[in-house]
Nanobody
Framework: QVQLVESGGGLVQAGGSLRLSCAAS????????MGWFRQAPGKEREFVGA????????YYADSVKGRFTISRDNAKNTLYLQMTSLNPEDTAVYYC???????????????????WGQGTQVTVSS
């Protein structure tokens, strides 16, 4: 059974940083594309970025490019989202997702992902 468990969310002041983690288990993800999404109250789930586990190629939404970095630790089977220069507009529940095998890292739609974590709240105060 595939499980994705996010952690690391919390309250941070504008301009601050947070690192989210996503522990993956239940299968081998080495051939997967993994993604991060976020959802603010009253808004649709929004693509943040994705990484291809093999090779580590990444793709980011324009809204976070240059501020957020996705990485993975193969030994720990864990995905990370390093967030810097946070602003109140980044406030949301953040989800990691597993998008299945493939070479295309540019997967931005939630329907392109098969497995989801439960989410972790990030709140940025002004």
């Amino acid at each position: 059974q595939v499980q994705l468990v996010e952690s690391g969310g919390g309250l941070v002041q504008a301009g601050g940083s947070l690192r989210l983690s996503c522990a993956a288990s239940g299968r081998t993800f080495s051939d997967y594309v993994m993604g991060w999404f976020r959802q603010a109250p009253g808004k649709e789930r929004e693509f943040v970025g994705a990484i291809r586990w093999i090779g580590g190629s990444t793709y980011y939404a324009d809204s976070v490019k240059g501020r957020f970095t996705i990485s993975r630790d193969n030994a720990k089977n864990t995905l990370y989202l390093q967030m810097t220069s946070l602003n109140p507009e980044d406030t949301a529940v953040y989800y990691c997702a597993a998008g299945g095998p493939g070479r295309l890292v540019r997967r931005t739609a939630p329907r392109e992902y098969d497995y989801w974590g439960q989410g972790t709240q990030v709140t940025v105060s002004s």
